[in-house]
């Protein structure tokens, strides 16, 4: 049985640089969600997909932020221009399709931007 | 407003004794979900619970317990005869059944340390 996995686990990049993440989902999960952290505060949701369908996108996603999942497998998360004010761990989680289902959580991707 | 508080920011503690993490929720809703998770410094969430609105039950698991309380708008957290592993932040979240999505809304967090 695997969990969520993220890649990379850590990206440092200079500023106006752009980054992609990925994140696979536990397998039987349609729904897949991204979170961003940063030091000293919960997750703030970013965007949610259900199968392939991006279903929500969070007012606090710029432009600069765009989220695909091909497939309904998994999914990537690409910042364009990156700004100093965009490093924090970025969460992926996956639930099954039931209402209220618990999300699991990937270990994260840790993105430093100098 | 915020929707779920986590008023303790941190708590430390010595091994062995019992401590109590506190979660109060705000919600129109009817139908809804309580979620604990269990972030250690390693950064990974773990989920611990869930609990929906309709069952006030407690649960204890091992030395984990929880108590529903929906007079009080409440969802506490305790750890019995804490161990050193149990240091990490602790958060508290809520999904609403009237947001298609169900996505968390997450407390702040507290931060548990355990000492020796």
């Known amino acids: 049985d695997t969990g969520v996995s993220q890649d990379p686990r850590h990206k440092i990049t200079k500023r106006g640089q752009n980054v992609t993440f990925r994140c696979d989902p536990i397998?039987?999960?349609?729904?897949l969600y991204w979170y961003r952290q940063t030091l000293g505060q919960g997750p703030e949701f970013l965007t949610y997909?259900?199968?392939?369908?991006?279903?929500?996108k969070s007012r606090l996603l710029s432009d600069r932020f765009s989220a695909e999942r091909p497939k309904g497998s998994f999914s990537t998360l690409e910042i364009q221009r990156t700004e100093q004010g965009d490093s924090a761990m970025y969460l992926c989680?996956?639930?099954?399709?039931?209402?209220?289902?618990?999300?699991?959580f990937g270990p994260g991707t840790r993105l430093t931007v100098t | 407003a915020q929707k779920v508080t986590q008023a303790q920011t941190e708590i430390s503690v010595v091994e062995k004794e019992d401590v109590t993490l506190d979660c109060v929720y705000e919600?129109?809703?009817?139908?809804?979900?309580l979620f604990w998770y269990k972030q250690p410094p390693s950064g990974e969430l773990v989920f611990l619970i869930r609990?929906?609105?309709?069952d006030e039950q407690n649960e204890i698991s091992g030395r984990y317990s929880w108590n529903f309380q929906k007079s009080t708008s409440s969802f506490n957290f305790t750890i019995t005869a804490s161990q050193v592993v149990d240091s990490a932040v602790y958060f508290c979240?809520?999904?609403?059944?009237?947001?298609?999505?169900?996505?968390?809304?997450w407390g702040a967090g507290t931060k548990l340390i355990i000492k020796p």
């Open positions: 397998s039987e999960h349609n729904r």
């Open positions: 979240a809520l999904s609403e059944a009237r947001t298609s999505n169900y996505q968390l809304i």
């Open positions: 989680a996956s639930s099954h399709g039931l209402a209220g289902g618990e999300q699991y």
């Open positions: 919600t129109r809703d009817t139908t809804y979900y």
């Open positions: 997909f259900q199968n392939e369908a991006q279903l929500e």
């Open positions: 609990r929906n609105s309709f």
